[in-house]
T-cell receptor, first 114, second 113 residues
Framework: SQTIHQWPATLVQPVGSPLSLECTVE??????LYWYRQAAGRGLQLLFY??????ISSEVPQNLSASRPQDRQFILSSKKLLLSDSGFYLC?????????????FGPGTRLTVL | DQQVKQNSPSLSVQEGRISILNCDYT??????FLWYKKYPAEGPTFLIS?????DKNEDGRFTVFLNKSAKHLSLHIVPSQPGDSAVYFC????????????FGSGTQLTVLP
């Protein structure tokens, strides 16, 4: 069966510090991978998605970047965090090339920028 | 511009009764719709989906209805159980925009024992 891991579960960082969140998927090959952010009281906003190693699509201009160094590893990074980067970050995966495929989410990382 | 809207931020229902969660969308290109359930501090869990070629899809206690002319979908949970208390998100995608889901802002459902 497929599982998705995210770490850390919670993170408190000062403004201006770097960020690295990691996501790994087990039990599947060549998944599509996604990073979402849920700000307080709001829905899920797609930040990045990747259909393969080294292939990253960005959905919104922002202070963050993503990388996919291995097939089942997806990393979300920032060089300098802003207060507005606080939120709940979710990694998700899916298979298939069409838009009619369910996405399955990891447990999330709660990031607080002070 | 919110393309997927859940206008009710919260809903309270008595245990055993029906819960109806609503979702409206504006993009006529959306042709696949999903509902997710989310507990605090956890990732969303996929519940049920529906393609635009259907108007109803049922899975156990969960039924999703789609009204394309009104650009409206709803999730019915019957009978509601206390364990159903969670935030419910609807999401939509369009052919050609492959792999992108657009989410609503969520509805907090509370099922009272």
């Amino acid at each position: 069966s497929q599982t998705i891991h995210q770490w850390p579960a919670t993170l408190v960082q000062p403004v201006g510090s770097p960020l690295s969140l990691e996501c790994t998927v087990e039990g599947t090959s060549n998944p599509n991978l996604y990073w979402y952010r849920q700000a307080a009281g709001r829905g899920l906003q797609l930040l990045f998605y990747s259909v393969g190693i080294g292939q990253i699509s960005s959905e919104v201009p922002q202070n963050l970047s993503a990388s996919r160094p291995q097939d089942r590893q997806f990393i979300l990074s920032s060089k300098k965090l802003l207060l507005s980067d606080s939120g709940f970050y979710l990694c998700a995966w899916s298979v298939g090339s069409g838009s009619r495929s369910e996405q399955f989410f990891g447990p999330g990382t709660r990031l607080t920028v002070l | 511009d919110q393309q997927v809207k859940q206008n009710s931020p919260s809903l309270s229902v008595q245990e055993g009764r029906i819960s109806i969660l609503n979702c409206d969308y504006t993009n006529s290109m959306f042709d696949y719709f999903l509902w997710y359930k989310k507990y605090p501090a956890e990732g969303p869990t996929f519940l049920i989906s529906i393609s635009s070629i259907k108007d109803k899809n049922e899975d156990g206690r969960f039924t999703v209805f789609l009204n394309k002319s009104a650009k409206h979908l709803s999730l019915h949970i019957v009978p509601s159980q206390p364990g159903d208390s969670a935030v419910y998100f609807c999401a939509a995608s369009a052919s050609g925009s492959a792999r992108q889901l657009t989410f609503g802002s969520g509805t907090q459902l509370t099922v009272l024992p």
